[in-house]
C-alpha cells in the first residue's frame, strides 16, 4: 500500500540488559514517531531504559541463499569454542 | 463553605475530568487509524483512570461518608459530576480527540505543577504523581497537533475546525469561583485563572507551528465545575455505568 508509513525496527535495552535486544517493529513517518510509538507499544510493563529505532530499509540482511557458504564452515571448528581452558574456581562465574 | 468542603469539590472536579476523558479516548480502542495509535491511546485512557483513582479515592476520604472510588465513580448521576463540558465532548474523528487532549493537557500541566506545591500533602503527592504521566500526554498531542495542523489541506482543515469547536469549552478551565477562590487563598491549589497566561503561551507556540488560527473569541461555556452538564454526560455514563447498575455490587 503506497500510503502506509514507513516500517521501523525497534531495539530496547531493559533495565539490568547489557546491549539493546531487538524486539520488534512498527510504523511511524519518523524516527522521532517511531520512539515515541515504541515507548508506548514495547515498554508498557517497565521493560525498558534505552530505544533505538532503525529504519528497516537501512537495515542490509545476509542472504538466506548463502547460508551454507557463510555459516556452515563453523560447525566442525571446535577449537574456537573456549572449551579446552580449565578455568581456576576463584574466577566465578563467567 | 469549609475548606474540606471545597477540597471535596475540587478532587471531584480533577477525578470527574480524568475519569471522563480517560473514558472518551477508551473508546477509540480497537477503532483508531493504526494499530500504533490504538495502544497509543488505550495507554493514555488507563493512566488518566489511574489518576482517577487517587483523586476520587482523596475525594471519598476528605467526605468521610464511607464512600470510596468506586462508588464515586460508578454510583452518582450526571449533575453530581464535576468534570469539565470540554472532556465529555464526543471523541470526533481522530483531529478532535487529538486537539481535545492537546488544550486538556496543556492544562493539566500547568495545573499539576501548580499542585505539587500545595500545602496538602496528599494533592501534591497525587500532583507528582501524575505529572510524570501528564507530561508525556502533552508532548505526544502537542506532536500530533502540529503533525496534523501542518501536514494535508483536508488534515490541516479538520484541525483548524477541531480547534474553534473545542475552543470555548476549553475555556472553562480557567474560569474561578468560591471552590477555587478558597483553595487558593489557603495555598492548596493555584486559582485557575491565573494558569491561562502560561497556557496562551504554550498553546500558542504550538499552534502556530501547527499553522492554525487560534480562535479570538472569549466566550467561554460554563457548568461543568458546578453539574450542569451537556447532553453527552448523560449516555457516557449509561454506557461506563452500566454493569455496576444493573447488577449492584458485582465483583470480579
Known amino acids: ?94 | 463553605m469549609t475548606r474540606d468542603e471545597a477540597l471535596f469539590e475540587f478532587c471531584l472536579r480533577l477525578g470527574d475530568t480524568t475519569l471522563i476523558l480517560g473514558h472518551r479516548v477508551s473508546e477509540w480502542c480497537g477503532h483508531a487509524p493504526i494499530l500504533e495509535e490504538d495502544i497509543a491511546l488505550a495507554n493514555t485512557a488507563l493512566d488518566l483512570i489511574g489518576e482517577t483513582q487517587m483523586w476520587l479515592s482523596l475525594a471519598g476520604e476528605i467526605e468521610g461518608k464511607g464512600r470510596n472510588a468506586d462508588d464515586l465513580a460508578y454510583l452518582r448521576d450526571a449533575w453530581d459530576f464535576r468534570n469539565l463540558l470540554l472532556v465529555e465532548r464526543p471523541n470526533g474523528d481522530f483531529g478532535r480527540t487529538v486537539m481535545r487532549q492537546f488544550l486538556y493537557d496543556a492544562f493539566a500541566s500547568l495545573m499539576l505543577a501548580g499542585l505539587m506545591k500545595s500545602a496538602d500533602t496528599r494533592v501534591a503527592q497525587i500532583a507528582a504523581k501524575a505529572s510524570k504521566e501528564v507530561a508525556y500526554h502533552l508532548e505526544r498531542s502537542a506532536d500530533l497537533v502540529v503533525r496534523l495542523g501542518d501536514g494535508t489541506a483536508e488534515s490541516h482543515a479538520r484541525m483548524q475546525a477541531a480547534l474553534d469547536e473545542h475552543w470555548p469549552y476549553a475555556l472553562e478551565m480557567f474560569v474561578a469561583d468560591d471552590v477555587d477562590c478558597v483553595l487558593a487563598e489557603v495555598g492548596i491549589a493555584p486559582d485557575p485563572s491565573t494558569l491561562r497566561a502560561d497556557w496562551d503561551a504554550l498553546t500558542g507556540r504550538v499552534l502556530s507551528q501547527a499553522t492554525l488560527d487560534i480562535p479570538d473569541s472569549g466566550f467561554a461555556h460554563k457548568g461543568g465545575k458546578s453539574g450542569r452538564h451537556t447532553e453527552h454526560l448523560g449516555h457516557v455514563l449509561t454506557e461506563m455505568q452500566w454493569l455496576q447498575r444493573a447488577y449492584p455490587g458485582a465483583r470480579w
Open chain 1, 1 to 94: 500500500m503506497s500510503n502506509e508509513l514507513p516500517l521501523w525496527e525497534i531495539f530496547i535495552r531493559g533495565q539490568h540488559g547489557m546491549s539493546h535486544r531487538h524486539v520488534g517493529s512498527l510504523h511511524a513517518s519518523d524516527a522521532e514517531m517511531a520512539i515515541r510509538h515504541a515507548r508506548d507499544v514495547y515498554t508498557r510493563r517497565n521493560e525498558g531504559v534505552s530505544i533505538w529505532v532503525v529504519r528497516a530499509a537501512d537495515i542490509t540482511a545476509s542472504a538466506p541463499g548463502e547460508k551454507g557458504p557463510l555459516f556452515d564452515p563453523s560447525n566442525d571448528k571446535v577449537y574456537r569454542h573456549p572449551t579446552f581452558f580449565d578455568i581456576p574456581d576463584d574466577v566465578g562465574a563467567m
